[in-house]
Structures are given as C-alpha cells and as structure tokens.
C-alpha cells in the first residue's frame, strides 16, 4: 500500500490502538462466529494492552511493537509485536524457545486488510527480530481465518494441536528459521 509508514509507537498512539485493538478484537470474534464470549475479548484486549504499556515503558519483559500508520490521513491502520514465546506455544512445542521469539498482535484495521498491511509489518518484523541476533521466530493462532492467512505467508504449520479449542477447533503452531 502506498503511502504507509512503519514505525515504533509512541506514548500519544496509546489511545489510537486500544481502539484498533478492539475493533480488530470484536471483528474477528464476529468472523469465527465467537462473539458471544465477550470476557475473552476483554481477556485478549487485556493482554494486547498489558504487552503495549510494557513496551512503551521500555521494561525488560516488554514486546516490541511496531505500527502502520497510513500517511494520507496520519491514521494507525496496523500494528505487529515481538517478545517472549506465549505459555500456549511453550506447552505445544515443549523445546526451548529462548532464541526463537513470538510474533503476535498482528492486527490491521478491517477496511484495511487485503492490501498488503499485514505483510508489510511481518517483513518488517521480521528483518528486526534478525537484526537482534534471534535463530528464528514463532507464533500461533487458534482462529480459523488467521491460519489460513499465515498457511499462505509462511507454509504450514509445525504443529497442529487438534480440538484445542472445540470439536473442529484447532490451534496451530509455526516455529520458522531465519536465513
């Protein structure tokens, strides 16, 4: 998309994504037919929250986020994270992770997608989580759409834990090398 810029997030963006986390938060729950489990949207926006006031006060623990702003209107129209490998991924692959961090909040605004966003921010992501010297990354997703958009990025999953969720409910598993 032209007219995009990708960069870290500041403390005056904060209010910019709460609200593009629950918009993307509520429009994916509606999508996987979920919306009814309203606590764990509140959960997810929680966790989304918690990872970017860690980032932004520059702690230890934090995830490092960077942001799409669409430089037509100075609009944030996407955001991706980095950080420690999530207790779910840990459980499922059961190897030693410390070299291979989780990609997540990987969340463009609805009118959005389609054109490109998200891949901009995983390349760019990317080359960051190289440039710090990590093996490799990983992530997952239990949201059928989300999968289907990351089989097509980054090929099929390397482990797939089968009815994690429900019946027909899958949570998926990548663990990629860096080149």
């Not at 990708?6 to 918009?23: C, G, M, V, W, Y």
Request: charged letters at 30%; glycine letters at 6%; hydrophobic letters at 35%.
């Amino acid at each position: 998309m032209k007219g995009l810029e990708i960069r870290r997030p500041l403390t005056s963006d904060k209010q910019e994504l709460t609200d593009l986390f629950q918009e993307v938060i509520k429009e994916t729950f509606k999508r996987e037919k979920i919306s009814h489990l309203v606590a764990d949207q509140q959960q997810e926006l929680n966790m989304k929250m918690h990872y970017l006031e860690s980032d932004l006060a520059k702690q230890k623990i934090a995830r490092y986020f960077l942001i799409a702003i669409d430089s037509r209107d100075d609009k944030i129209v996407g955001t991706i994270e980095y950080g420690n490998a999530n207790e779910i991924i840990q459980d499922i692959l059961k190897e030693e992770l410390s070299q291979y961090p989780e990609i997540g909040t990987v969340f463009v605004l609805p009118k959005f997608q389609g054109k490109g966003i998200g891949t901009m921010l995983l390349d760019t992501i990317i080359k960051e989580i190289k440039l710090s010297g990590f093996k490799g990354y990983c992530l997952d997703s239990g949201y059928k759409q989300s999968q289907q958009f990351w089989i097509r990025k980054i090929g099929q999953p390397t482990f797939i834990q089968e009815n994690y969720w429900d019946k027909d409910n899958h949570h998926m598993v990548w663990k990629r090398e860096l080149e």
